[in-house]
């Protein structure tokens, strides 16, 4: 066996400012701070561009809204007709029968009463007639009309928004799921978990929001205040002018105010994160806390991050809860102008009353839409923030291409051959070059050594979750890298240190091994593991539920659970990376039988700090500072006083102790 290694060591990840802040505001994607995209209008255009497959409902979205947003539009208008066959039939009534309205207007210039002459003239009326009802109610059943069609089409284009957004999201969801499954390992060590979730649960969920209700909003709103302009100047130009007047003294109010409720918005949400960090640190923690008294100091640290919270939430909605009034009260005084204007022109019969009636109407109209537009602006801005980091990690770079073009039998002997293996994690640092060793079918290799030496790394090359740097692995002769990954993997059986379990009943969780296994089957691989041992005295046996991680059982068990799962996939080699580190004595007996029998007739891979679990392997391998520096059997090693020996003695010998009696003090399992 020959084997050259350099002094490894784990990817050193470097944080940018942003993702530091991304961590403490996250809170593993619990609570995010609204961010800013850094481009704009590409990730805009982008995100658009999801719904181009869309385009025929979407086309139907915008022309329903149209319909909606005209037909809003013109119903001040038709009911300011109604105002006025009131108002002409109230003073028509009160007139001499059988005098023209133009004879009446001439007698009142004679008179000298040249306003309320102009006020009869612009008004439609017949002396001595009331109010024609009959009018009258056609135009209300029109107007009620109009917004009752209007109401429909903005139902049926909310229908048809809500059902595009979800297929474009369902869509999105999957493309990200499949993007996860191609990504290498690498792109989740150098990464946080709470950023990588947000990214697909947070920052999705904003996309949805963002066009659900951003985009429709945006669309309508602005479609409103386009119409409501129109119309204004069409009843009255210059009205219209006075009530434009409010615009910019509302823009500059808004923008003043914003600027600063951002800021504040921002603390706020700091704090937040701050806070729930505090609380899970708390909670994860609360076992250590009531062992060193640490109740106090922990209430102390939640009393002054909230109070912190309180202060920031406090000012950022005290602040943005002043945008509003203040534009509110723009729009009021744009409302007294139109009022006053309005009256001496009705009065000087410039304007109908059902004109100024309807003018009114549209100048309140008017600061709704505008304030939607301001709100909704920021949430698409967030939307658009999010779609960024949903894209970059749609476009980061995935695993290496597979070729596939070679297959392995069903059953294999499971012959490892490492070939001149060289491997880095940056081009910067070199790792692991110009290694070679066999493994023989059927024999256990053990690989130990101090934390940190890189045991893993040689094992993880195997299953692929890194590639090469340059030599070769082979299975059974088949270089691993013509092997698709699947097939690569459903050679190899693994049991971690972190002995995971899903939800599910433990039935359910032995059999993800092999889906296609029997009950039969499932039972046969636990009494093999010596987990029927435990099952057994459970009240519902295999059908116990266990909880999201399996906290809910022993860490014994659960390694147990997890050995069984192994054994049922029943792989050609199998690989074991400190299975029994995190249980104690009296159940690591119980692991390391259910590991032997797991490592019958297949080629084994055993990574172990506790050096009495490989006594037996065939070939050992140690590690230290990244170099292989000894391999051979327990005796061997033993008897060559090297470095396998100071850990041996390290673990079972005391240093007054006669070394040469080592061997005997050491307890065989």
């Not at 951002?262 to 899970?280: D, H, M, P, Y």
Request: proline share 3%; charged share 20%.
């Amino acid at each position: 066996m020959a084997f050259k290694t350099k002094k490894e060591k784990e990817p050193e990840v470097e944080l940018t400012e942003e993702e530091l802040n991304l961590k403490i505001d996250d809170g593993f994607g619990e609570v995010s701070a609204p961010r800013k995209p850094k481009h704009f209008w590409p990730s805009a255009k982008r995100l658009l561009a999801l719904l181009a497959p869309e385009k025929v409902m979407l086309s139907l979205v915008f022309g329903f809204v149209a319909v909606a947003v005209v037909l809003n539009v013109i119903a001040p208008k038709v009911l300011g007709m109604a105002m006025d066959v009131i108002f002409g039939g109230f003073v028509g009534a009160r007139m001499p029968e059988g005098v023209s309205q133009e004879q009446m207007v001439e007698g009142l210039r004679a008179e000298g009463q040249n306003d309320l002459a102009e006020m009869i003239a612009g008004m439609e009326l017949v002396p001595g007639t009331g109010i024609d009802f009959q009018r009258l109610g056609l135009i209300i059943a029109i107007v009620l009309a109009m917004y009752f069609v209007s109401n429909v089409f903005m139902w049926a284009q909310g229908y048809l928004l809500n059902k595009l957004v979800m297929r474009v999201v369902y869509n999105l969801r999957r493309d990200v799921e499949n993007k996860l499954n191609r990504l290498p390992l690498n792109y989740f060590d150098t990464r946080q978990r709470g950023d990588v979730l947000s990214r697909v649960t947070n920052d999705v969920d904003n996309i949805q929001n963002a066009l659900q209700q951003a985009f429709a909003q945006l669309v309508q709103s602005a479609l409103t205040v386009i119409g409501i302009v129109i119309m204004m100047f069409v009843v009255s130009w210059q009205l219209a002018l006075i009530a434009l007047v409010a615009l910019p003294l509302s823009a500059v109010a808004a923008g003043f105010i914003g600027v600063r409720s951002q800021k504040l918005f921002t603390r706020q949400w700091k704090a937040t994160g701050s806070l729930n960090g505090q609380i899970e640190e708390a909670f994860s923690g609360h076992d250590l806390m009531k062992v060193f008294g640490r109740e106090d100091d922990a209430l102390k640290q939640y009393d002054e991050k909230n109070e912190d919270l309180f202060k920031a939430s406090f000012g950022a909605q005290f602040v943005s809860g002043m945008i509003f009034p203040v534009m509110n009260f723009i729009s009021y005084l744009a409302y007294v102008g139109i009022a006053v204007v309005g009256g001496l022109r009705v009065a000087s019969g410039q304007m109908s009353l059902g004109d100024a009636t309807a003018f009114i109407q549209y100048s309140r109209e008017f600061t709704q839409p505008l304030g939607q537009i301001a709100g909704m602006a920021n949430m698409l801005q967030s939307g658009v923030a999010s779609a960024e980091r949903t894209f970059e990690l749609l476009d980061a770079d995935e695993q290496e291409t597979e070729t596939a073009d070679e297959h392995l039998p069903e059953r294999t002997d499971g012959h490892v051959e490492f070939h001149n293996v060289s491997f880095s994690y940056s081009e910067e640092t070199s790792l692991i070059e110009d290694l070679s060793f066999d493994a023989d079918p059927g024999h256990t290799v053990a690989i130990v050594g101090p934390t940190g030496a890189g045991k893993t790394t040689l094992v993880n090359l195997v299953m692929r979750f890194y590639e090469l740097d340059a030599g070769r692995i082979t299975l059974d002769g088949v270089d691993v890298t013509a092997l698709s990954r699947s097939e690569l993997r459903s050679k190899v059986g693994m049991v971690l240190q972190d002995a995971w379990l899903f939800n599910g009943s433990i039935r359910e969780n032995i059999r993800y091994g092999r889906l296609d296994a029997t009950d039969e089957e499932v039972q046969k691989a636990a009494e093999a593991t010596y987990v029927d041992r435990f099952v057994r005295a459970l009240p519902a046996g295999y059908d116990t539920v266990i909880d999201d991680g399996g906290t809910n059982v022993s860490a014994g068990e659960r390694q147990l659970v997890t050995i069984a799962r192994a054994f049922l996939a029943n792989p050609s080699l199998l690989i074991l990376d400190e299975a029994t580190s995190s249980v104690d004595t009296r159940t690591e007996v119980l692991v390391q039988k259910a590991m032997n029998a797991l490592r019958s007739d297949r080629t084994s891979f055993v990574i172990a700090h506790r050096l009495s679990t490989i006594r037996d392997a065939d070939t050992i391998l140690v590690m230290e500072a990244g170099r292989i520096v000894e391999q051979g059997d327990h005796e061997e090693l033993i008897a060559a006083r090297g470095a396998y020996y100071r850990l041996y003695r390290s673990q079972f010998a005391g240093p007054a102790e006669d070394p040469d009696a080592v061997t005997d003090s050491i307890p065989v399992v």
